[in-house]
């Protein structure tokens, strides 16, 4: 799924280059929010670390 | 008010837009020369470097307006996020540590300093006020990018590099959710055992 944050931010970038710009933050937000997630879950997995 | 012209300072933001995709090219060169692949937290940091360089590459195309920096401090203090909470995963003795230290440091610690100093370098970037006006560079016959050259390449830089992010990330990590840690390039494993 990490990989469609990265897709995400490629669309807002080539959005931005088409003079998208209002499509473009509103990927970018998309994006972000969905980066939080994602670091919420992986922040929160349990640790395959030993402590 | 502090001056700096909007010429130089899209030149300044082309730079800066170089040297993010310098550590995007950089991680990649560890990635593959070492073959230590990403962890998912390595990954989201990849993320929060293609966003600093989102907001860059606004800076390129309108010229600098606060609220394009404003993405960049975002998405930079999303990464500093990141890469504190894995540097905070293994600050503990005997917890060990993840991929190979450069100059004794590890990635997420180099992750975590490259995003302060972006924070502080978009922060004093902010302060001059005069890279807002409209100048004649900026006139549509002079199309994206003010004309400039070195802003033109750096954009196109960033846009492969993010591009290639999606790819590498999905033949790590698949569809799915990322292994913790990685062990293989997932996608590629599965192709080669169904084939």
Not at chain 1, 31 to 40: E, H, N, P, R, V
Not at chain 2, 35 to 56: N, S
Not at chain 2, 140 to 155: S, V
Request: charged share 10%; glycine share 8%; hydrophobic share 50%.
């Amino acid at each position: 799924m990490i990989s469609l944050l990265f897709a995400l931010m490629t669309i807002a970038i080539v959005l931005a280059w088409r003079d998208r710009w209002r499509l473009s933050y509103f990927v970018f937000a998309v994006t972000l929010a969905m980066s939080i997630y994602w670091l919420d879950f992986h922040a929160t997995t349990p640790l395959t670390i030993k402590l | 008010m502090i001056i700096l012209a909007p010429h130089p300072s899209r030149t300044l933001n082309a730079i800066g837009l170089l040297v993010v995709s310098g550590i995007l090219i950089a991680a990649y060169a560890f990635q593959f020369a070492l073959d230590e692949l990403p962890c998912p937290l390595c990954l989201l940091q990849r993320v929060a470097l293609v966003g600093v360089g989102y907001g860059l590459c606004l800076n390129l195309i309108y010229g600098a307006k606060p609220h394009h920096y404003g993405i960049m401090l975002l998405s930079a203090v999303y990464g500093g996020a990141v890469s504190t909470r894995q540097i905070l995963l293994h600050i503990v003795p005997g917890t060990g540590s993840y991929g190979s230290p450069v100059l004794g440091l590890h990635y997420y610690t180099w992750a975590g300093i490259c995003f302060f100093l972006i924070i502080l370098g978009t922060a004093i970037m902010l302060l001059f006020e005069g890279q807002y006006r409209k100048t004649l560079v900026d006139k549509p016959e002079h199309g994206r990018f003010g004309g400039q050259t070195l802003p033109r390449i750096a954009f196109f830089i960033m846009l492969f590099l993010a591009a290639a992010n999606t790819v590498t990330t999905f033949l790590e990590c698949g569809p799915g959710i990322c292994a913790d840690p990685p062990t293989d390039y997932k996608l590629i494993n599965e192709l080669k055992t169904s084939g």
